[in-house]
């Protein structure tokens, strides 16, 4: 008698995320077609209000990418030329290309072991007199330890960009991110915990002056129409992409309860799996929204391979680091700089974790991985 195929287990599943939504996004996506508002319109608007009172700003900025919600908030904040911004080398290229498009440097400092997130002592340790900032990235959706990195940032009169791409919803000490530093900055790329059908992005801030140089930059840096007072950009969020968030937001709450739970449940199937380390729990302090469930194996491709083959898909984020990537080769940086980063970059495997996942298909995650281990 022939062996059970294997249970394939997709890493994400959008085409089944649109299907359970599909009545209601057609429906909203057909009113901004027949209303003839397609830039600009009421649903960017009413979308940029219900995220930032869900953040606890003062408002929100729709941009057509997280990319762009991050280069304009630096140049919102006068940060450019000559300017140093402080930033983690484990993230997406988007963070220090950012830094980089805004004309300023980015200064990498290491992370901490077991988050993965900017280490706040690294980040003290990093302060020049040129630097303007500091770029924290709450990686895979748990935040990073924004005290230390706010006392940093007040004891050397830097602003702070948080990059919440990965952290909608998230919250540290019950505040929730991107309303806790300057700025925060969110993206809305399809695979995203709160995805558009598209690219999208959004800034967050307490500050509302802040916010209308954000939405200036976004509109060819004009404030008055046909009058530019400086060089920006055409960055906006589109109609069709706000009213098919709008429809997402509200299975937001839902969909982050769904990640937890299948995250309690991978700890519980993964504990004592040698060679095997699970990423830190959530706990009174950080409130992750677990974008990713991202172990550490020393034999990391070994076991991508092994889950391959058992029709079980991963992603490694990041292969990389950024200090070590070919664009930034002029800033300098070598094998070594930073070693908690380049392990990381060597052990890292993230897992399907989508709220679409059923029990099903986590314990067959779990037994492909014990699998492993027992014959390795």
Known sequence: MSEPAPRAVPFADLARQYAELAPELERALLNVARGGHYVLGPEVAALERELSEDHGCAGAVGLNSGTDALVLSLRALGIGPGDEVITTPFSFFATSEAIALAGARPVFADVESDSLNLDPAAAAAAVTERTRAILPVHLFGRPCDMDGILDVARRHRLAVIEDCAQAVGARYRDRPVGGIGDIGCLSFFPTKNLGALGDGGLVL???????????ALAAHGSRERYLHQEIGANSRLDELQA?????????????TEARRRNARRYRELLAGVPGLSLPPPDDGRFGSVWHQFTVRARERDK?????AA???????????PLHLQPAHRDLGYRPGAFPVA??????VLSLPVHPQLAEADLEAVAGAIRAWAKSN
């Open 205 to 215: 801030s307490r500050d509302a002056v802040r916010l209308e140089r954000v939405r």
């Open 243 to 255: 009213a098919a968030l709008r429809v997402k937001r509200a299975r937001l709450r839902a969909w």
């Open 303 to 307: 076991l991508r391979q092994h889950l």
């Open 310 to 320: 058992q029709k079980i898909q991963t992603m490694i984020y990041y292969p990389v």
């Open 342 to 347: 380049e392990r990381a970059a060597a052990e």
